[in-house]
């Protein structure tokens, strides 16, 4: 990705963290292990396994991420809600970076900027949940809490949490991570070949021909360039691509959290961009703990009970020096509650002069149930929260750098509308998911194309 390099300066861990600090701290979402003696040793295991990521990869993530702040990149960070162990799969994972690549493209073109390109995938294993049990048919089991942790099965010996999971886990996140590098080292992510990241049934979507306008559009730039300049232009021949996901089960973190020669200091090496969740994210909290001490880039949700002084003390604790590229704020409000919730955050940060970067996800605000049993989201509401976001932020005096969202490169059927319309009624026809409901490949196109509209307003 990029050469690797001496930080300037030794940085030393904040006072009193290490990587284990966090277990001091109460730990919410956590499960709890029936056996220490085999969670331990399955600890020993992960620790001495090979890191998923390198530090100058997230070191350069970070510089990417403070431009990004600078509003001179954009962040597309997007995947699953949940991966699991099955899915782990030559084409869902090839479908998914193709919507990736051409959402990306998508906002490259319009926006007039270069997309910081990060994953919710390799390592998106663990779920917090509102409800620690969960009951069906008059029978009580506990939450299954993602295949890091236990299994979805409705069984009481399913939903036993499993330590050795974790070393699946990271299998399973070396083997997409692998796939993925491949592909993009191999040529995949090639601005001069588009067409390889088109979709079986692309052909039949109204959005087809907006899109293949732009990628003409593309195509002779490049060619234009490449006349002026009577070389192949090369750097457009692959992208970086990083991953993210839920810093959630800290023990796992905790094994693959290592100092590496020729930096200083504690990276987590199993993920670039490690995030914590709405329910996670108490200042006095395990989480926030444990990624107060990582020199990765961070990210925390910030949901719509924050309160601008909380949010303060938390960027206070998360990045006390105003690093660039080290805290991004993801505001995931709901369309109906941002308007009033957003504006008080974005001005006591803009106050207080605080670095952060600002990523929407317009996803987790808005999720509903139907009358015929399905967890959905709309896409109108979806929508909504972008665009609101841009002008809240606009009104501010602040920049929306990104957006968050849960998307799949497959044809669900799991939000309603978009350009096909989708009824309630049709959320039964291809509803994969085992938790939250995501943009199917469509529709995820549809908001890329939506942000550039916004944008160019
Ligand atoms: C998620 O990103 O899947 C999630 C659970 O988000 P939040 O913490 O914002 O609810
Ligand atoms: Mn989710």
């Known amino acids: 990705m990029s050469t690797p390099e001496r930080s300037p300066d ?80 030559s084409g869902l994972i090839t479908n998914r970076l193709k919507v990736l690549l051409q959402m990306s493209l998508v906002l490259v073109h319009g926006l007039r900027l270069p997309v910081v390109r990060v994953g919710r995938f390799a ?129 796992y973190e905790e094994a693959l959290t290592r100092e590496v020669p020729r930096q200083y200091g504690w990276f987590n090496l199993g993920t670039h961009f490690p995030w914590i969740g709405m329910r996670t994210a108490a200042l006095d909290g395990a989480h926030v703990e444990y990624l107060r001490g990582v020199r990765n880039p961070v990210a925390v949700k910030v949901g719509p009970s924050v309160q601008p002084d909380q949010l303060l003390r938390l960027i206070d604790v998360l990045n006390p020096d105003d690093e660039p590229g080290r805290l991004t704020l993801i505001h995931r409000m709901g369309a109906a509650q941002i308007a009033q919730k957003l504006p008080p955050l974005l001005e006591a940060v803009r106050r207080e002069g605080r670095r952060v970067l600002w990523v929407c996800d317009p996803m987790h605000g808005n999720t509903e149930s139907t009358a015929n049993g399905f967890k959905t989201r709309r896409f109108e509401n979806i929508l909504a929260e972008v665009e609101q976001s841009f002008d809240l932020h606009a009104a501010a005096g602040t920049r929306l ?53 916004k944008r160019g307003q």
């Open 10 to 89: 030794p940085v030393t861990p904040p006072a009193g963290w290490a990587p284990d600090s966090w277990r001091r701290r109460p730990a919410l979402q956590m499960p709890q292990y029936p056996d220490p003696a085999a969670l331990e040793a399955v600890l020993a295991e992960l620790r001495r396994l090979p890191p998923l990521v390198t530090s100058w990869e997230i070191l350069a993530l970070k510089r990417q991420l403070a431009e990004a702040q600078e509003g001179r990149r954009f962040l597309l960070q997007g995947g699953d809600c949940a991966e699991s162990f099955s899915d782990c799969e």
């Open 123 to 251: 390592g998106q294993y663990a779920k917090p949940r509102s409800a620690d049990t969960e009951a069906r048919g008059g029978v009580t089991l506990p939450s299954y809490r993602g295949d890091v942790i236990n299994r979805p099965e409705f069984t009481a010996e399913a939903r036993v949490p499993d330590p050795r999971l974790m070393v699946k886990a990271h299998a399973r996140s070396a083997m997409t991570m692998n796939f993925v590098r491949a592909l993009v080292d191999g040529g995949f992510a090639d601005l001069h070949h588009p067409e390889y990241w088109n979709l079986g049934w692309m052909q039949h979507s109204s959005l087809a021909a907006e899109y293949q306008r732009m990628v003409d559009s593309i195509g002779d730039a490049v060619r234009f360039m490449e006349t002026l300049s009577g070389t192949e232009v090369h750097n457009l021949n692959r992208v970086d691509f990083y991953t993210s996901h839920e810093a959630l089960l800290l023990y």
């Open 401 to 453: 750098g990104g957006v968050h969202l849960e998307l799949t490169g497959e044809d669900v059927t799991e939000c309603t509308g978009g350009a096909r319309e989708l009824k309630d009624a049709d959320l039964e026809r291809a509803y994969r998911s085992t938790v939250d409901p995501r943009l199917n490949y469509e529709q995820s196109l549809e908001i890329a194309m939506a942000i550039v509209r």
